[in-house]
């Protein structure tokens, strides 16, 4: 009866971990699909999912569990220098930068973090992405985590999902 409430947690937790998933069109699908299933349902399912396989970045950024071996080889082994890598280097340089100053303004102003990270999760500008990462660097409590996150991805996808019924009673009016 309620597979549908699996298979939507399982895609919106691969779309968090592969963001080329696209966890909005799967759920303007199911919704298309299946027009009896609550939209407050398909929001939690949604948002259990996603917070759930971003907390392996956050996790992962916090140096609480370890890349795998081939990510972590592959990142951080030493290369030769050469002209490319150096190129790079100087090209985004200011990037890193930008990065760094963000996360000790991050870890000075904490509740600054949190906001920027609740706003992301409801809007996702910034990138969710980026700011679960941002979060994990600057040690945001997984508490404040989870509860931000929580919260703004079930808003937004309980948003999404009632959003075709909402204009189709506008068009019938």
Do not use: N
């Amino acid at each position: 009866m309620f597979a549908w409430f699996w298979v939507t947690l399982g895609v919106a937790f691969g779309s968090a971990i592969l963001p080329v998933v696209s966890i909005e069109v799967f759920v303007l699908g199911l919704v298309a699909s299946e027009p009896r299933v609550h939209w407050l349902l398909i929001g939690a399912a949604v948002a259990i999912g996603q917070v759930a396989g971003k907390l392996l970045y956050y996790l992962a950024a916090r140096g609480s569990i370890g890349l795998p071996r081939f990510l972590h080889d592959r990142l951080h082994r030493q290369r030769p220098p050469s002209r490319r890598r150096e190129w790079w280097h100087l090209r985004t340089k200011w990037l890193r930068g930008k990065v760094e100053w963000l996360r000790e303004r991050c870890h000075r102003h904490p509740f600054w973090m949190t906001g920027t990270y609740g706003i992301s999760s409801l809007v996702g500008l910034p990138p969710f992405m980026a700011t679960t990462v941002l979060a994990g660097l600057a040690d945001m409590r997984i508490s404040t985590f989870l509860t931000a996150g929580l919260a703004g991805r079930f808003i937004r996808y309980s948003l999404l999902a009632a959003a075709p019924a909402m204009f189709a009673g506008w068009l019938h009016h």
